[in-house]
């Protein structure tokens, strides 16, 4: 879990970063998440877009994400979900908070 604070910080960096992929009517897939998994080993910090078309909760999407990932959901504002996991790879400039 993050401190307000470090949450805080997350957000901020969060807002200019432009969403990775979208989440529509089909859900989330494998494909998918072997996508995300890949973005947040490079970037350790990943913004998700939820379109109009998928019918499910973006906070309920969110949380499976969350599970399916084993990332942390750092906030979930609208249709936008922002999503953190420390990167394994030795040789990279991690998150500092």
Not at 31 to 55: C, F, H, P, Q
Request: glycine share 6%; proline share 2%.
């Amino acid at each position: 879990m993050f401190t307000s604070k470090e949450r805080s910080n997350l957000r901020s960096m969060a807002q200019t970063i432009q969403p990775v992929t979208q989440i529509g009517k089909g859900g989330i897939s494998e494909n998918l998440i072997t996508g995300l998994s890949e973005a947040l080993e490079a970037r350790e910090l990943i913004k998700v877009s939820v379109l109009n078309n998928n019918d499910d909760d973006p906070k309920a999407i969110a949380i499976e994400l969350e599970r399916l990932l084993g990332a942390q959901i750092v906030a979930v504002t609208g249709k936008k979900i922002v999503l953190y996991r420390r990167s394994s790879k030795k040789d990279f400039k991690h998150i500092v908070f």
